[in-house]
């Protein structure tokens, strides 16, 4: 299976601002998702990135609050843009090859502490 | 709508004793399930993963079962350890869409 690199692992930032986590798989994968988990939650699938287009965001998710990019098949990238204290969570990234066989793996996460 | 449940929230149970941890979906209309284990502020470890047409998939003194008919899949824990202390996920790969749809998660704790 794909190992995920992520960073940062955790970090803390002002209110209004703006972080990019870099998410890097060690092979090419078809599939890459963003997920959040807030404090006490299960994962919540922010988008899946896609290879050179743009990202498809799930419901109550929009490209302006959390761009996304994938230049390549290993590497993408979420911004959390404007931040607020609301956007504290662990923000994780998966990588996969899709269909029955094969499961997906995931990076270490982002602790994002919002002040 | 595509749903997976989890059952307990939350279990407590002395070192030693075996355990099962539930889960169930909306859709039988799926590629695999994926077992999960969270710990405090960490990413997600896979523990097992069980194709579609698989009854059961073991490792160690972990044993998942699954059940399409019935929507439901079972993690089971043998002889508990403290370490085995963390958040078990289950996420399911339905057909259409291509991503993962997690359970909000059993948090267990395995005490001494």
């Known amino acids: 299976s794909a190992v995920i690199s992520q960073k940062p692992s955790r970090d803390i930032c002002q209110r209004g601002t703006s972080l990019t986590i870099q998410c890097q798989v060690d092979s090419q994968v078809t599939m890459m998702f963003w997920y959040r988990q807030q404090p006490g939650q299960s994962l919540t699938l922010i988008a899946t990135?896609?290879?050179?287009?743009?990202?498809?965001?799930e419901s109550g998710f929009v490209i302006d609050k959390f761009p996304i990019s994938r230049p390549n098949l290993t590497f993408s990238t979420l911004t959390v843009s404007n931040m607020s204290p609301e956007d504290s969570s662990i923000y994780l990234c998966s990588g996969g090859w899709g269909g029955r066989y094969y499961g997906y793996t995931f990076g270490s996460g982002t602790r994002l502490t919002v002040v | 709508k595509q749903e997976v449940t989890q059952i307990p929230a939350a279990l407590s149970v002395p070192e030693g004793e075996n355990l099962v941890l539930n889960c169930s979906f909306t859709?039988?209309?799926?590629?695999?399930l994926q077992w999960f284990r969270q710990d405090p502020g960490k990413g997600l470890t896979s523990l097992l993963l069980i194709q579609s047409s698989q009854r059961e998939q073991t490792s160690g003194r972990l044993n998942a079962s699954l059940d399409k008919s019935s929507g439901r899949s079972t993690l089971y824990i043998a002889a508990s350890q403290p370490g085995d202390s963390a958040t078990y996920l289950c996420a399911v790969l339905y057909n259409q869409g291509g991503k993962l749809i997690f359970g909000q998660g059993t948090e267990l704790s395995v005490k001494p």
């Open positions: 859709d039988s209309a799926i590629y695999n």
């Open positions: 990135a896609n290879q050179g287009s743009e990202a498809t965001y």
